[in-house]
């Protein structure tokens, strides 16, 4: 069982930057891919950024590439999302989620644990 919790989100205005944290519990974090996914209001959900359990691999959806850079901390069971150049179309709530297996996955569905989620709010 993992649990994951996110962190860093708010208000921000457009042009701006945030950086969002999610901690996990559990030894084996590693073990474990790990994405960024958000959900604005009345869509789906949508994978932003992936990362493999080593940190080596990752991969960005494109409305999100160069703005957006994920990494991790697995000394510290950490990942996290830097996002700049923010605009009004990113407002949304922001999930981190837990994969099994050290592989990176574009698909929602493969993803094993979520965390709550925290809003983030892009103003113009």
């Known amino acids: 069982q993992v649990q994951l919790v996110e962190s860093g989100g708010g208000l921000v205005q457009a042009g701006g930057s945030l950086r969002l944290s999610c901690a996990a519990s559990g030894r084996t974090f590693s073990m474990y891919a790990m994405g960024w996914f958000r959900q604005a209001p009345g869509k789906e959900r949508e994978l932003l950024a992936a990362?493999?359990?080593?940190?080596?691999?990752?991969d960005y959806a494109a409305s999100v590439k160069g703005r957006f850079t994920i990494s991790r901390d697995n000394a510290k069971t950490t990942v996290h999302l830097q996002m700049n150049s923010l605009t009004p179309e990113d407002t949304a709530v922001y999930y981190c989620?837990?994969?099994?297996?050290?592989?990176?996955?574009?698909?929602?569905?493969?993803?094993?644990?979520w965390g709550q989620g925290t809003q983030v709010t892009v103003s113009s």
């Open positions: 990362i493999s359990g080593s940190g080596g691999i990752t």
């Open positions: 989620a837990a994969k099994r297996g050290r592989g990176i996955s574009h698909a929602t569905t493969s993803y094993d644990y």
